[in-house]
C-alpha cells in the first residue's frame, strides 16, 4: 500500500487523501523542478573550491557541533544495536557540512550524506530536511511519504538550529529505518539542538563581549583625538563658540570669542546688552531681557537668529547666532552657541538684492521696449532674447538646449534666410563658414524663397566679410546700420546696433545686439521725401518767390528757384539749395541785410504772426531797387513743436513806383493848395477888416442903404471865403501831421444841446425839423471841443444843403462799452451805394447833386474824416439813394487826466454855426 501510493502519484499524478497536504504540495515541487523520482541519479554537489569556501565559513560552529553530533551517535549506539542511522547538519541553504553514520561509503553515497550535497526540495525531492528548509519548522517524513525511490525504507526528520532572534541558521537532519529508532533519535535530536543554541548564544556574547570591548577601546582612543581635534578646531575658527550657562555667565570660550569679548570688555551676556548696542534685523534695539537665545533652558530645543552688534567703536557688525541645549557630566543645564560673523554676507546679500532689482527692472524694460534687444555667446549661440527681437526677427527659434539659434524656415514657414546652425540667420549677421566665399554666399542667396541683402546709407549692398554681427563677435561696434528683409516679398527694414563685451583676457564674451524696425520710419522717410519733391515741383511752378522758414529761428526748409535767384542777387553771388537749405536769412546776406532782418526778426516774434503782408524794399549790390509784397502765413506747429511760416513774396516794384510817383504829385497839389490858401486868406483878412470897419458906426450913418446891402454881401462872402481857405489849410495840416489836439473833459450831451440850439433859427428858417435825443449813461469824455464843433457843424450844414423843405433831421447820441456814439440822420435825396464809400475822397463830389445849387469843394467830408482819426475816433455813414442819409461819429469813452471840464461860450458857438451855414440856400 505504501509504495502503491507512491507509485500512483509518481506515475500517474493521483494524490491520494492519505498522503498529508504539505507532503502533496512538496511532491508537486518536486515534479515542478524536474527532480528523478527513480532510485539512482547523480548528486548536485559543490565543487571542491567552492566546498572548501562553505566550510570555512562556518570553522567556529562546526568546531563544537562535531562533538554534539558524536554524543548522539553514541547514546544511539547505548540504546539500539545493530542499526542503520544517519545523523548530520545543513546550514540555512540547505548543504550538508558534517555527517556521522554507519553506512558504508557507497550507501552513504546513494543516500546523499556526502558533505557538499544540498538536501534542497528543488534538489533531492521530499525529505524532512526541504520542508524545514521551506517552512522553518520541525518536520518528520515517513519512508512512504518520500519522493524518490531509494529513500522509502528510511525516515527522515530535520530539526531547525535558531539564533536568538529565532532566525534558522542550521538543521539537524536525523535518518533512521524504524519508527521506534526515529523517536529515540529526534529524543536526542532536540535535546542537542538546545545544548547547540545555548552553545552559540555562549559563543555569541563571548564575541560580542570581546567586540564591545575592542570598540570602547577604539571609541576611547578616537574620543582623545576628535577632543584634540576638536579643541584645535575651535581655537583655530573664525566662528565664536562658547558654553553659557542659565545666569548668562560663559564656561567656556574659544579664542575667537574671548578675542571678542576682550575687545568689548564684556565678560557676560548682560555686559554686551550694557555696553554694546543690539539689534535685530528690523532695527530694534533689544535688552538682556528680550534676548530669546535663553528660551533654551525652558525646552526650545534649538534657538538661532540674526543680530546686528554696534561695538564700543561704533563699528556695525551683523551676526547669526545658533545655540542647542546641553547637559553636562554634572547634570548642568548649559548652552552651546556659535556665532558666525555674517557681515561681508548680509552687505553681499544687499548688494545681490540692490543688483537683482536693478536686473529685474532692466529685464522688465528690456522685455518691454519696441527694441529688440539680444544677447550672444563668441559661437554665435542666442543666451538671451526679448520678445521684440523674436518679433522683429521671425526666423529665430530656440534650440533644444534652450538657447535661440537660427533655424532654416523654408521649409516650414518658406520664410528667410540664408544660415548658419549656430548664428544670426539673416544675412546681415549671418556667420557664414566661409566668409570670404562670395560665390558660395550668392548660391546660397539663390537657393531661398526669400533673399535677404544689407544696404548701406547710399543703397549700396554690403559684401559678406562686413556683416555687422561679424564685427560684433571680431570686437568691434556698430551702430544704426540699416538693411531689407525681403520676407514673402514682404519689405522690412531693420536697423541694427551691437557691441562686445570682453572678458579679463580681452577675448570676446558676449556680443550685445540690438534691432529696431524701422520699416514705418523708412516709408514715412519717402513719403515726406515724395511730399517734398512734390512741394518744390509746386514751389518751383510758383512765378513769385517762395519759402518756408522755421519761427522764430529764421532757418530755411524748403524754397523755389525764384526765391534763390532773389537772394543771390541780394548776396552778390550765385548761391544753390545747399548753401541756402538749413541756414537762416541773416547767415546768408551782407551785414547790412543781416543787422535789418534780425531787427525784423524782432518785430515779428514780438507780435503774433497768423498771416500778414509786408512790404520789402530790396536793394542789390549792384544799386537797382526792387520792392515786393511779402505775405508771412504761420503754420501749424510740427511734430518737433517748432513754428514755420510760408513767406511769399509778390514784385510790386511797378506799382510802388507808379504810387511813389502819385504821391509825388498829390504832395505838389497839397502844397500848391497850401500855399495858394495861404495867399488868398492874406487878402480876405484884409477885406474882412475892412467891411468890419465900414460897419462900425463912424461910417454906416455916411452910407446909403444900397451900400450897406452891398457891404452885406461883401462881408457874407469874405467869411464864406475864409471858411473855404480855413479848411484847406486845415487838411493840409492834418496830412503833414501839423495839426495840434487839445483834449479836455467835456459834457459831450450838454456841447450837442447847444450847438443844435445854435441851428434852430436856420432850421426854422428853412422849414426842417430839428430833433435832438439821447440814451447814455455816461456824459463826459476827453474832447477837443473846436474839432467837435467843427465836424458836427459840417455834417448839420450837408444835412441842411440836400434836405428839402418839411425835411426833417435828428440828431441823437448813444453809447456802447467803448464807445460813445454821435448820429446824425436826415430824410433828404440820400447817396448812391456806389459813391458811398468816395464821399470822404478829397474833391469827391457826387454825380447826382445839383452843379449849380448844392454845389461844394469836396473837401468838408474829408476834413471830417481826418479830424475823427486824429481823436482816435471813427465815422461810419448808412445811406440809401432817396432815403435819406444817417452818418454816425464813434468817440472813445475815455478822460484827460489833470484836465478842467470845458466852458461853453455860447456867443462864439452861435457865430460860428452862422460862419458855417450862413451859405445854406
Known amino acids: 500500500m505504501e509504495y502503491k501510493l507512491w507509485h500512483d502519484f509518481t506515475q500517474k499524478g493521483i494524490l491520494s487523501l492519505e498522503v498529508e497536504e504539505n507532503i502533496s504540495r512538496s ?79 557507497k550507501e552513504e553515497k546513494l543516500l546523499g550524506l556526502s558533505v557538499g550535497v544540498n538536501w534542497g526540495v528543488n534538489m533531492k525531492g521530499t525529505t524532512a530536511i526541504g520542508l524545514t528548509l521551506e517552512h522553518n519548522r520541525h518536520e518528520v517524513v515517513k519512508n512512504y511519504q518520500h519522493y524518490q525511490q531509494r529513500y522509502h525504507p528510511y525516515i527522515t526528520e530535520a530539526i531547525p538550529i535558531k539564533n536568538p532572534q529565532g532566525d534558522m541558521i542550521y538543521i539537524l537532519g536525523l535518518l533512521s529505518s524504524t519508527l521506534q529508532h526515529s523517536k529515540l533519535l529526534s529524543t536526542l535530536g532536540r535535546m542537542t539542538v538546545r545544548a547547540i543554541e545555548n552553545e552559540m548564544v555562549a559563543i555569541r556574547y563571548k564575541s560580542e563581549v570581546k567586540e564591545l570591548t575592542e570598540k570602547v577601546r577604539k571609541q576611547n582612543k578616537r574620543y582623545e583625538t576628535q577632543t ?181 524656415e523654408v521649409v516650414e514657414e518658406k520664410a528667410c534666410s540664408i544660415i548658419d546652425k549656430k548664428s ?68 522690412t527694414y531693420i536697423q541694427l546696433s551691437g557691441s562686445p563685451v570682453f572678458d579679463v583676457d580681452g577675448k570676446v564674451a558676449y556680443a550685445v545686439i540690438s534691432v529696431n524696425d524701422i520699416t514705418k520710419i523708412k516709408k514715412q522717410e519717402m513719403k515726406i521725401k515724395q511730399q517734398k519733391e512734390f512741394i518744390n515741383n509746386v514751389m518751383n511752378a510758383v512765378g513769385a518767390p517762395m519759402a518756408v522758414i522755421t519761427y522764430p529761428d529764421y532757418v530755411h526748409k524748403y524754397l523755389n528757384h525764384v526765391y534763390l535767384e532773389i537772394i543771390s542777387r541780394i548776396a552778390g553771388k550765385n548761391l544753390t539749395y545747399e548753401d541756402i537749405i538749413g541756414k537762416t536769412i541773416y547767415e546768408i546776406l551782407p551785414p547790412a541785410y543781416s543787422r535789418f532782418m534780425k531787427h525784423r526778426k524782432e518785430t515779428l516774434i514780438s507780435e503774433e504772426i497768423t498771416e500778414r503782408a509786408k512790404m520789402l524794399s530790396v536793394k542789390t549790390p549792384q544799386g537797382d531797387g526792387q520792392y515786393y509784397q511779402v505775405v508771412y502765413t504761420m503754420l501749424p506747429n510740427g511734430g518737433d513743436g517748432q513754428k514755420q511760416m510760408v513767406v511769399v513774396g509778390m514784385d510790386v516794384t511797378p506799382q510802388v513806383k507808379l504810387q511813389k510817383e502819385t504821391e509825388r504829385l498829390t504832395k505838389s497839389r497839397e502844397e500848391y493848395f497850401a500855399t495858394i490858401s495861404h495867399e488868398l486868406r492874406s487878402p480876405i483878412t484884409i477885406i474882412h477888416s475892412v467891411v468890419q470897419m465900414l460897419k462900425s458906426e463912424y461910417y454906416t450913418r455916411h452910407l446909403t442903404d444900397g451900400t450897406k446891402r452891398l457891404v452885406s454881401k461883401v462881408e457874407k462872402n469874405t467869411l464864406r471865403l475864409l471858411r473855404l481857405v480855413n479848411n484847406f489849410l486845415d487838411i493840409t495840416r492834418a496830412e503833414a501831421g501839423f495839426m495840434k489836439l487839445t483834449l479836455t473833459n467835456t459834457n459831450l450831451v450838454t456841447y450837442t444841446d447847444f450847438i443844435v440850439e445854435s441851428i434852430l ?125 444817417e452818418f454816425i461819429l464813434f468817440f472813445p469813452k475815455k478822460l484827460e487826466a489833470n484836465s478842467l471840464n470845458t466852458k461853453i461860450d455860447k456867443q462864439q458857438l452861435t457865430e460860428n454855426a452862422y460862419l458855417e451855414l450862413e451859405n445854406i440856400p
Not at 436826415?826 to 447826382?848: C, L, M, P, T, W
Open 761 to 885: 433859427p436856420i432850421g426854422e428858417k428853412k422849414n426842417i425839423e430839428i430833433d435832438f435825443s439821447y440814451d447814455c449813461s455816461t456824459a463826459t469824455i476827453a474832447l477837443d471841443v473846436e474839432k467837435y464843433e467843427r465836424i458836427l457843424l459840417n455834417l448839420l450844414s450837408n444835412a441842411f444843403k440836400f434836405t428839402e423843405s418839411n425835411g426833417k433831421i435828428q440828431v441823437y447820441i448813444q453809447e456802447d462799452e467803448e464807445y460813445m456814439k454821435v448820429g446824425v440822420k436826415d430824410s433828404g435825396i440820400g447817396i448812391a451805394q456806389e459813391e458811398v464809400d468816395k464821399i470822404f475822397n478829397r474833391f469827391y463830389i457826387a454825380e447826382h447833386i445839383n452843379k449849380g445849387e448844392h454845389r461844394g469843394t469836396g473837401i468838408g467830408l474829408s476834413l471830417v474824416k481826418k479830424l475823427m482819426e486824429f481823436m482816435g475816433g471813427k465815422i461810419e455813414v448808412y445811406s440809401q439813394k432817396g432815403n435819406g442819409s
Open 228 to 408: 584634540n581635534l576638536l579643541n584645535y578646531i575651535l581655537d583655530n575658527t573664525r566662528e565664536m563658540i562658547f558654553i553659557m550657562n542659565e545666569e548668562g555667565k560663559y564656561i567656556l570660550l574659544n579664542k575667537a570669542s574671548w578675542k571678542f569679548m576682550k575687545e568689548n570688555q564684556v565678560y557676560n551676556l548682560r555686559d554686551i546688552y550694557e555696553k554694546l548696542q543690539v539689534y535685530n534685523l528690523e532695527g530694534k534695539r533689544m535688552t538682556k531681557e528680550e534676548d530669546t537665545s535663553l528660551s533654551i533652558f525652558t525646552g526650545k530645543p534649538i534657538y538661532t537668529c540674526k543680530t546686528m552688534i554696534r561695538n564700543l567703536k561704533g563699528e556695525e557688525a551683523y551676526y547669526h547666532i545658533h545655540a542647542i541645549p546641553y547637559c553636562d557630566d554634572l547634570d548642568r543645564k548649559l548652552a552651546i552657541g556659535i556665532v558666525e560673523d555674517i557681515t561681508d554676507y548680509v552687505k553681499l546679500q544687499e548688494v545681490k538684492n540692490s543688483f537683482k532689482s536693478k536686473a529685474e527692472q532692466l529685464e522688465m524694460i528690456i522685455n518691454t521696449i519696441s527694441d529688440g534687444v539680444a544677447i550672444l555667446s563668441p559661437e554665435g549661440e542666442y543666451i538671451m532674447m526679448n520678445p521684440a527681437c523674436l518679433k522683429i526677427l521671425p526666423c529665430l527659434g530656440r534650440s533644444k538646449k534652450g538657447h535661440y539659434k537660427i533655424y532654416d
Open 27 to 105: 511532491w508537486k515541487t518536486s515534479r515542478i523542478y524536474n527532480v528523478p523520482c527513480e532510485a539512482l541519479y547523480k548528486e548536485q554537489e559543490l565543487s571542491a573550491f567552492l566546498l572548501e569556501k562553505l566550510l570555512h565559513r562556518h570553522k567556529q560552529h562546526l568546531t563544537f557541533t562535531k562533538e554534539y553530533l558524536n554524543g548522539i551517535a553514541q547514546g544511539f549506539r547505548e540504546n539500539i544495536q545493530k542499526a542503520d542511522y544517519g545523523i548530520f547538519l545543513l546550514n540555512n541553504e540547505g548543504y550538508l557540512l558534517q555527517t556521522i553514520n554507519n553506512f558504508s561509503d
Open 424 to 491: 544670426f540667420g539673416v544675412v546681415p549677421c549671418l556667420k557664414i563658414k566661409k566668409q570670404n566665399d562670395d560665390k558660395v554666399y550668392t548660391e546660397m542667396a539663390k537657393e531661398k524663397i526669400c533673399n535677404i541683402s544689407m544696404i548701406d546709407k547710399k543703397g549700396n549692398v554690403i559684401g559678406v566679410e562686413d556683416y555687422p554681427l561679424l564685427k560684433v563677435l571680431k570686437g568691434k561696434k556698430i551702430k544704426n546700420q540699416v538693411f531689407i528683409i525681403n520676407r514673402n516679398r514682404k519689405i
